[in-house]
């Protein structure tokens, strides 16, 4: 009975027979899966195959047409909204940064959990990402396509999550900014932080410690 307690409580996220579906389309079909905590799931496969539905389902962006996900043994429908994304953070391919400054966009973790910014912590996770601290005052318009995927990731991760959600964080940015990211997110890896990443880059394919096929809507371990 301890030992099957003792299992139960690695379950940190559980979908159970999954399905999606759009405009009368099946986008994904009876997906059932269990994550552990502190794992790091790759997902890859064709195009247009609900990689990128999956993960917004579990961030609970969209809502399954059948099917229920479990987060920490509870339905995610039984979640406050803001409570759950904080515990489940996505990162999208093409960062959405918002305001006028970096700072603006560092701000926001703390502003939503009614916290004093704090810039010392802000500046550390800029050097996190090889940013130099200045660049906390930095106009968003000035950054970099790599520059400005930084700045999303660690406001992500100011406070940690749960899971991170990483939905092909890493196209189109050159070879050290993806060394740079693929080092952070190691680090929180290493921190007890749950990764599922979304990629195309034969690299990460390769270097998966679990690699998880989605084709036509449907899961193939």
């Given at each position: ?20 579906q ?6 994904l ?22 990689k ?5 389902l ?44 970096v ?10 959990r ?9 500046m550390?996770?800029?050097e996190?990402?090889d940013?130099p ?7 968003i ?9 930084r ?8 406070f940690?999550?749960q899971?991170?959600?990483?939905d ?18 190691k680090?929180i890896q ?5 990764i ?9 394919i ?16």
């Amino acid at each position: 009975m301890n030992l099957e307690r003792k299992v139960f409580d690695m379950v940190l996220l559980k979908l159970e027979a999954v399905s999606y579906q759009s405009d009368q389309r099946i986008i994904l079909d009876q997906i059932s899966l269990i994550v552990e905590q502190g794992a790091f799931l790759t997902i890859s496969g064709p195009s247009g195959g609900g990689k990128s539905t999956l993960l917004r389902l579990i961030a609970s962006l969209l809502t399954p047409t059948s099917g229920e996900i479990f987060f920490q043994g509870k339905s995610q429908q039984q979640y406050d909204y803001t409570e759950y994304r904080q515990q489940v953070s996505y990162c999208f391919q093409q960062p959405s940064l918002f305001g006028e400054t970096v700072l603006d966009n560092l701000t926001l973790p703390y502003t939503i959990r009614s916290l004093t910014p704090d810039q010392s912590k802000m500046m550390e996770h800029l050097e996190m990402v090889d940013l130099p601290k200045e660049y906390l005052t930095k106009n968003i318009s000035e950054l970099s396509g790599g520059e400005r995927q930084r700045v999303a990731l660690i406001r992500n991760i100011l406070f940690l999550p749960q899971i991170l959600l990483l939905d092909e964080v890493t196209t189109g940015l050159d070879e050290q900014t993806k060394r740079i990211i693929h080092r952070l997110i190691k680090n929180i890896q290493q921190k007890g932080c749950t990764i599922l990443q979304v990629t195309h880059d034969e690299a990460e394919i390769q270097e998966a410690e679990k690699l998880l096929l989605i084709q036509g809507g449907k899961l193939k371990q």
